[in-house]
């Protein structure tokens, strides 16, 4: 199976250069609105949202699969899952409310600061705090593979045929509570401070909407340290085999030190999803689909 696009030497320019500028694009905007006095919660989304919205120009003009385009049905049903799992929970969820907890704990002495390096650059406290919740989020996912009960709810996301930005937010919000409680409210508990929280973040929405993407990039040796589309696009394999490694949830470090870095250099990925090709795609049928024993595997 090929690739949707034969690139010129623009085409090959833009798939090396669009994962680091757009990157860049996200801390610069992130770093300005900050200094420019806004909140770093606003900032932080604002960022977000214009990664979001130069990674879909990406796709449109330099896709992966032309076959990926979504319809319009599947835009609205992920849309769905990224506005009920990833903003009218925003308190549960999102980075809101770790950074809003860590003030609460914070402000009350009720945090274990001795625990964390506050006088490290924030720049330097984000990529330890990359490091740190990928470790835990890494062998949270391998068990969710791993174990059948957790594997019905993460089954919603590995659902879907084809791969663009807007499907990363296709969680089980029961899944998604989970992660949330084991990789960022212990940062919270740790006292880390809003604007290290912040900057994680937009490196998560940056590099989470690129993961799921259906951009033709070259990351090069950025596939030994980033969870980026290469390599993420295995891990949604149809395949077990296939997709039981990449576990990275942004860096992929620990998958190489751990063994389950897999990145095929003589071909390209298969069909993506789900054994069970009838497995219900609408919303509210994947709210239910975990507690029907035996339904992701058909």
Request: charged letters at 10%; aromatic letters at 14%; hydrophobic letters at 50%.
């Amino acid at each position: 199976m090929t690739s949707a696009v034969s690139p010129g030497p623009t085409g090959r320019f833009v798939a090396v250069a669009s994962y680091p500028a757009i990157m860049a694009v996200g801390f610069g905007l992130y770093a300005g609105l900050t200094a420019l006095g806004l909140s770093v919660t606003l900032a932080s989304y604002v960022s977000a949202l214009a990664g979001a919205v130069l990674i879909t120009a990406h796709e449109a003009l330099l896709p992966y699969r032309s076959a990926w385009r979504p319809n319009a049905g599947e835009i609205g049903t992920d849309a769905v899952f990224m506005v009920v799992v990833q903003i009218a929970l925003p308190f549960l969820l999102s980075i809101s409310a770790v950074v809003a907890l860590s003030d609460f704990l914070t402000t009350r002495g009720l945090a274990l600061t001795g625990f964390w390096p506050h006088d490290w650059p924030v720049a330097a406290q984000a990529c330890l705090m990359l490091l740190a919740a990928d470790f835990i989020r890494y062998w949270m996912h391998r068990a969710f593979h791993k174990y059948t009960p957790l594997w019905r709810f993460h089954a919603v996301h590995h659902s879907p045929h084809k791969l663009y930005w807007l499907n990363v937010g296709r969680f089980h919000p029961i899944e998604k509570a989970i992660q949330y409680a084991v990789d960022a409210a212990p940062f919270a508990l740790l006292g880390v401070a809003p604007e290290v929280l912040a900057a994680y973040f937009v490196f998560y929405a940056i590099n989470g909407f690129f993961q799921h993407s259906n951009c033709l990039v070259r990351l090069g040796p950025l596939n030994y340290v980033v969870s980026g589309p290469e390599l993420h696009r295995w891990h949604h394999s149809k395949l077990p085999n296939e997709s039981d490694n990449n576990f990275g949830n942004n860096l992929i470090v620990w998958d190489v030190l751990f063994g389950t870095r897999f990145l095929p250099k003589d071909r390209q990925v298969g069909p993506l999803g789900l054994i069970n090709r009838a497995y219900p795609s609408g919303f509210l049928a994947q709210l239910r689909t975990p507690f029907i024993r035996g339904l992701e595997n058909g």
